[in-house]
């Protein structure tokens, strides 16, 4: 992946057909003369470069191929490398193929790719959860994009840089990104809907973090709204489910049921399964807040039924949700069958965060059932996990629950794990001292 002059292209290719100057030179043209074009000292004429053409097998298009184009070529290649390898999941390999661009842009002022390399580098920081690297590096592709004028590549900086704030809690701080990208969609008339629907969808769930169920609800219906003209029965089904969602949050069941009725219905006719048991799940959701428990049941069955001959992650969230019903049932036996279950996943995909969660819902069951001291043994074996994963909140929020569950049962030993709480809640500036 050389990019080479017109002379050093002229002199790679007789090298490689093992001519000598005056081989390749013939009758047209003197050795000394190849020599001097050689080491770009002088330029040939149109007729000398159709000639070299012929005589090395090449176009003239490729020996008139600037170093800029070269570069501009070998960069798009080398990003279409690391795209593969971010996909497989070769982020290492990918890593190498970003250096390598980034060093040939630098060199030849090539924005577009230089920008294009920071946004990848930015999804491979996201995968590795270095937000913090995966923020500086969108906002360096950023810049880059702005100089080049790539608007949609500025708004995916924006989306890239909203969910990492998202994911931290930041809702206001993550919707003043959206927003950004919104506007430049309505400035610039920008035509890809995947985008926007995106956007779109980020915004709504935004609005429902910050309590504005009414934005939210306007935004879900937005993405219908694009859904519904591209007639896309699946993308249409996806909008019907969040405006059921938004509706559910504000507590209009019976309009909630509706959208999410007409979600399911389309759900089930294309036998996509795991949007199916979602609004199977959300439905019962609404059975529970309605009391209707054996309906809800009936729709965490389903979703159960659904989902089991999945072992993933979505199967042991369809798992929480039963055990929920079966503990307002005071069905327990079922809720720590269905718990062992959930944790025995948990373990076989070695998700370290649903094996604690798992944990945390069997401690929950016995403690409904009245079995404090069972329900204390699993919240300690869940504060050695949450302790290997790292989370500082998680584990303050983990000391106060046990500092609740033993106070029925020892004073000192709730008033320890309150302190314990409390301490990391100072630490972490989530209160004040």
């Given amino acids: 992946m050389e990019i080479l002059s017109l002379g050093e292209k002229i002199k790679k290719l007789r090298k490689e057909k093992n001519l000598t100057l005056k081989e390749l030179a013939g009758n047209r043209i003197t050795a000394a003369q190849i020599s001097h074009i050689e080491r770009d000292k002088s330029y040939p004429s149109q007729d000398l470069l159709e000639y070299f053409a012929k005589k090395l097998d090449v176009s003239i298009d490729y020996l008139l191929e600037s170093k800029d184009v070269q570069a501009k070529k070998i960069t798009n290649n080398l990003l279409t490398k690391c795209k593969i ?12 193929e970003i250096n390598k661009v980034i060093e040939i842009c630098k060199e030849y002022q090539l924005y577009e790719n230089y920008g294009e390399a920071k946004f990848l580098s930015g999804l491979i920081c996201l995968n590795e959860k270095n937000y913090e690297l995966a923020v500086d590096n969108f906002e360096r592709s950023l810049i880059f994009n702005i100089k080049v004028s790539n608007f949609e590549k500025i708004i995916q900086c924006y989306l890239e840089i909203g969910k990492i704030y998202l994911e931290e809690g930041f809702y206001k701080v993550a919707l003043d990104k959206f927003i950004q990208g919104e506007n430049l969609f309505l400035e610039h008339e920008i035509k890809n809907n995947e985008i926007k629907k995106e956007l779109y969808t980020y915004m709504s769930y935004c609005y429902i973090k910050l309590e504005d169920n009414i934005k939210s609800l306007r935004y879900a219906k937005k993405i219908h709204e694009i859904e519904d003209s591209e007639k896309n029965i699946k993308k249409k089904a996806d909008s019907l489910f ?12 019976d309009e909630a049921k509706e959208y999410l009725n007409k979600a399911l219905k389309i759900y089930e006719e294309e036998n996509k399964k795991n949007e199916f048991a979602k609004t199977q799940i959300i439905m019962s959701k609404i059975y529970s807040k309605l009391k209707k428990y054996e309906d809800a049941l009936e729709c965490v069955k389903k979703a159960y039924i659904t989902k089991r001959e999945y072992e993933d992650r979505e199967l ?3 798992l929480f949700e039963y055990i929920n019903i079966l503990i307002d049932t005071c069905d327990f036996e079922n809720a720590k069958k269905y718990g ?6 948990s373990i076989r995909i070695r998700d370290k965060r649903l094996e604690y969660k798992s944990l945390k819902y069997y401690a929950k069951v016995y403690q409904k059932e009245g079995d404090l001291n ?10 050695y996990i949450i302790e290997e994963i790292g989370d500082k909140k998680e584990l303050a929020d983990l000391y106060i629950q046990l500092a609740q569950t033993y106070s029925k049962l ?3 030993k709730e008033l320890e794990y309150y302190t314990k709480g409390i301490e990391i809640y100072k630490e972490l500036d989530i209160i004040e001292e």
């Fill in 316 to 318: 042991i969230n369809v």
């Fill in 374 to 383: 069972t329900a204390i043994e699993h919240l300690k074996k869940c504060l």
């Fill in 340 to 345: 062992k279950k959930a944790l025995a996943i």
């Fill in 410 to 412: 020892s004073k000192e």
């Fill in 242 to 253: 969040l405006i059921g969602s938004n509706l559910l949050d504000m507590g209009k069941w």
């Fill in 85 to 96: 390898y971010i996909k497989s999941g070769e982020f290492e390999k990918a890593k190498e």
